[in-house]
């Protein structure tokens, strides 16, 4: 079945570390998107990808980086920049259709 | 700038009530869609409809049922009889213009909880 995967789906990061987060879909969509949930603050757009090779920065794009190698495959890493990681990440992916897939989410601790 | 508000952060009612959640829309584009979600505890974003600016008329499906009103830039979203599996977080969204990337903004959520 065609979706969104993202794994892993709990992660803990110490102090000083870069982690990345994957997200693999298998739906040919072209276009994927990083977003941040915390409590009471709804889905903040990190980092976004029209198109392989090709990214922008959405709203809170501060001490997160991406890569686009892959059509299908768009891993987001939170560096050591990123002064307040923990959160709920979620990706998504569209073909522009209007119809958005939501991977399951991966939750970041900072231990 | 798009800016979606849902003001309400939480609500609560007992079981079988009719709950209605707010939804208000900030867009300069004149082609634009609208959207809900729901998130259940697991977490993954569940789609519950999509409206585009040009068909206000209101959906009903099943208990749910949506009132699009451009005139006030609202899109609330109402549950009849609402049951303990409503319980979750509701997000509405905007997507502006038949170009550009697509991007969805997101309100803050409003957190529902269905009590027995």
């Known amino acids: 079945d065609g979706g969104i995967t993202q794994s892993p789906k709990y992660l803990f990061r110490k102090e000083g570390q870069n982690v990345t987060l994957s997200c693999e879909q298998n739906l040919n969509h072209d276009a994927m998107y990083w977003y941040r949930q915390d409590p009471g603050q709804g889905l903040r757009l990190i980092y976004y990808?029209?198109?392989?090779?090709?990214?922008q920065k959405g709203d809170i794009a501060e001490g997160y980086s991406v890569s686009r190698e892959k059509k299908e495959s768009f891993p987001l890493t939170v560096t050591s920049a990123q002064k307040n990681p923990t959160a709920f990440y979620l990706c998504?992916?569209?073909?522009?259709?209007?119809?958005?897939?939501f991977g399951s989410g991966t939750r970041l601790t900072v231990v | 700038a798009q800016k979606v508000t849902q003001a309400q952060t939480e609500i609560s009612v007992v079981e079988k009530e009719d709950v209605t959640l707010d939804c208000v829309y900030e867009t300069r584009d004149t082609t634009y869609y609208l959207f809900w979600y729901k998130q259940p505890p697991s977490g993954e974003l569940v789609f519950l409809i999509r409206?585009?600016?040009?068909?206000?008329q209101n959906e009903i499906s099943g208990r749910y049922s949506w009132n699009f009103q451009k005139s006030t830039s609202s899109f609330n979203f109402t549950i009849t009889a609402s049951q303990v599996v409503d319980s979750a977080v509701y997000f509405c969204?905007?997507?502006?213009?038949?170009?550009?990337?697509?991007?969805?903004?997101f309100g803050q959520g409003t957190r529902l909880t269905i009590n027995p």
């Open positions: 998504a992916s569209t073909s522009g259709s209007l119809g958005y897939t």
């Open positions: 969204a905007l997507r502006g213009g038949v170009r550009g990337a697509q991007k969805l903004v």
């Open positions: 990808s029209q198109i392989v090779n090709d990214f």
């Open positions: 409206r585009n600016s040009f068909d206000e």
